[in-house]
Structures are given as C-alpha cells and as structure tokens.
C-alpha cells in the first residue's frame, strides 16, 4: 500500500524558515518525487521536483534560491527546505511520486500524493 505523508509546516513570519518532511511507504525503490503547493482559490503548482538518487533537482522560478529539495533513501524521507519565507507562500504543501522518470513540475506527472501540510507565512 503506498502512502505518503508530508510534516513540518506551521505558522512563521516572513523571512522564517521551516523544513518539510515526506515520508515515503509502500515502494521497492525509490522514484523521481516532487513537491507542489496550493493557496486557496489558485490552482496546484509545482515548486520543486528531485531524481530518484537525489543528483537532480529542479525549481520553479518562484522559490529558487530560497528552497533546497533533498531526499534520505535510507530513510525513505523528501525533505523541503524553506528560507527567507514570504507571505505568498503560504499554501498547503503536497509530496507526490512521479509515474515515469524526468524532473518536471506538472502535476499530471505524478500519481502518488500525500494529505498535504499546511504553511502559513505572515508580514
């Protein structure tokens, strides 16, 4: 049975930081994953996507240079580091698994998803 779930939001003041835990069950090997977000009323979008050994990484626009996307295989954990947050990110944060390999931010590119954990940045 696959099953992931994410941990680690919370509410922090922009400029915080908070790290996102996605702990991953029911695979026998690890696959490409990615992390996405959604604010209320805006649709899903994708903010980071890591390969399989962790070599890869990929980021959207929005949040270079401000998130790192790692992955503990033996721990079979995706982690989402989040600086200098601001108020704009604040959504609820989804890990999801991807059905096929390629590091891509399109949400129809994966089929596993956790329940999601929420973030919430003020000014």
């Known amino acids: 049975q696959v099953q992931l779930v994410e941990s680690g939001g919370g509410s922090v003041q922009a400029g915080g930081s908070l790290r996102l835990s996605c702990v991953v069950s029911?695979?026998?090997?690890?696959?490409?994953m990615g992390w996405f977000r959604q604010a209320p009323g805006k649709e899903r979008e994708g903010v980071a996507a890591i390969s399989a050994g962790g070599g890869g990484t990929f980021y959207a626009d929005s949040v270079k240079g401000r998130f790192t996307v790692s992955r503990d295989n033996a721990k079979n954990t995706v982690f989402l580091q989040m600086n200098s947050l601001k108020p704009e990110d604040t959504a609820m944060y989804y890990c999801?698994?991807?059905?096929?390999?390629?590091?891509?931010?399109?949400?129809?590119?994966?089929?596993?998803w956790g329940q999601g954990t929420q973030v919430a940045v003020s000014s």
């Open positions: 029911g695979f026998t090997s690890p696959d490409y």
């Open positions: 999801a698994v991807a059905s096929r390999a390629g590091l891509s931010l399109d949400a129809l590119r994966y089929n596993y």
